[in-house]
């Protein structure tokens, strides 16, 4: 069994910043990945940023050069930092992970969500 458990939503004002965290636990025998994906009011869930064991990391175009992804050593930890934040960002933002639970077994795991709001 696997948990990932967000933190670090809220309201904050257009103009200003927040930073969520993801910790993973549980049945984990390597993380592949993890990532940040959004989901606003009547629209699809979309990816906003994902970082690789590897370090390797991709934005969505919407955040590029305002939000930044990082992640621990021991990669059960990712980072969003949220800066110069717009109405636009309102959204439920999940975490996710692509990892192995054993040497042959992976899957793709979720978060239950943080909200962010931001007001003009």
């Known amino acids: 069994q696997v948990q990932l458990v967000e933190s670090g939503g809220g309201l904050v004002e257009a103009g200003g910043s927040l930073r969520l965290s993801c910790v993973a636990s549980?049945?984990?025998?390597?993380?592949?990945?993890m990532g940040w994906y959004r989901q606003a009011p009547g629209k699809q869930r979309e990816l906003v940023a994902t970082?690789?064991?590897?370090?390797?990391?991709n934005y969505a175009d919407s955040v590029q050069g305002r939000f930044t992804i990082s992640r621990d050593n021991a990669m059960k930890t990712v980072y969003l930092q949220m800066n110069s934040l717009k109405p636009e960002d309102t959204a439920v933002y999940y975490c996710?992970?692509?990892?192995?639970?054993?040497?042959?077994?992976?899957?793709?795991?979720w978060g239950q969500g943080t909200q962010v709001t931001v007001s003009s």
């Open positions: 549980g049945s984990i025998f390597t993380v592949v990945a």
């Open positions: 996710n992970a692509r990892l192995y639970t054993d040497p042959r077994n992976w899957g793709d795991y």
């Open positions: 970082i690789t064991s590897g370090w390797n990391t």
